[in-house]
């Protein structure tokens, strides 16, 4: 079965620095890219950041770049977010998503909760 495992989510202060990890089995990793996205308490859940299957080609939200960075190991089936210069208005849900549009895979994690507050 499909399994994305997430990891790394945590309390922190405004100006601090987290590393999200999200783990994947049961499928062909190297052949998805891998999202990130988030979901604050009434707000629509949005794109955070994206990565190419190969790691080749990244995307962010303008709300985040500069701050947050996506990467991939897959030899170890293993995407990260690392998430700089945090803001209160980063608090959210983070939710992994696995996809490839040509196998018909669309897949997501449980959620990992960030918290930014003094």
């Known amino acids: 079965q499909v399994q994305l495992v997430e990891s790394g989510g945590g309390l922190v202060q405004p100006g601090g620095s987290l590393r999200l990890s999200c783990a994947g089995s049961?499928?062909?990793?190297?052949?998805?890219?891998m999202n990130w996205y988030r979901q604050a308490p009434g707000k629509e859940r949005e794109l955070v950041a994206g990565?190419?299957?190969?790691?080749?080609?990244?995307t962010y939200a303008d709300s985040v770049k500069g701050r947050f960075a996506i990467s991939r190991d897959n030899f170890k089936s293993t995407v990260y977010l690392q998430v700089n210069i945090l803001k209160p208005e980063d608090t959210a849900v983070y939710y992994c998503?696995?996809?490839?549009?040509?196998?018909?895979?669309?897949?997501w994690g449980q959620g990992t909760q960030v918290t930014v507050s003094s």
């Open positions: 998503n696995a996809l490839n549009r040509q196998e018909h895979g669309d897949y």
């Open positions: 049961g499928f062909t990793f190297r052949r998805y890219a």
């Open positions: 990565i190419s299957s190969t790691g080749g080609g990244t």
